[in-house]
């Protein structure tokens, strides 16, 4: 028996909206995640405990599914774990500087 890695969908570039991403962005917890992967790169899930202190595992999956959802960050399986990713080039092409600016 073999377990399969759950892929999660991403919406493509073209398909973001503005709304949704700084919907995603409004909330201090998903900034603050936001934040960090600007400026250390990827992150596994388990490391990305809020600083101000720790929250449910259920909220941090909420926290990451609203952001991927957004089209903000991606979620992809590595082994049996999961890394995330700032779509940074995505969100450019779509909504020139808003990121920085947001940041």
Same mark, same amino acid.
């Given at each position: *028996?073999?377990?399969?890695? %759950?892929?999660?969908?991403? =919406? +493509?570039?073209? %398909?973001? +909206? *503005? ?9 201090? @917890?998903?900034? &603050?995640?936001?934040?960090? $992967?600007?400026?250390?790169? !990827? ?6 405990? =809020?600083? /101000?202190? !720790? @929250? =449910? ?15 903000? @960050? #991606?979620? &992809? !399986?590595?082994?049996? #774990?999961?890394? $995330?990713? $700032?779509?940074? +080039?995505? $969100? &450019? /092409?779509?909504? =020139? ?7």
């Amino acid at each position: *028996m073999s377990a399969k890695t %759950r892929e999660f969908t991403h =919406p +493509e570039t073209a %398909r973001l +909206e *503005m709304t949704d991403v700084l919907f995603a962005l409004s909330d201090p @917890i998903r900034l &603050e995640l936001v934040r960090r $992967l600007a400026a250390d790169g !990827p992150l596994e899930v388990a490391e990305c405990q =809020p600083r /101000s202190g !720790p @929250i =449910p595992k259920s909220t941090l999956s909420h926290h990451v599914k609203t952001l991927r959802e957004a089209g903000v @960050i #991606r979620n &992809e !399986p590595q082994g049996r #774990r999961r890394s $995330l990713s $700032l779509r940074r +080039e995505d $969100l &450019e /092409s779509r909504f =020139p500087g808003l990121l920085d600016a947001v940041l």
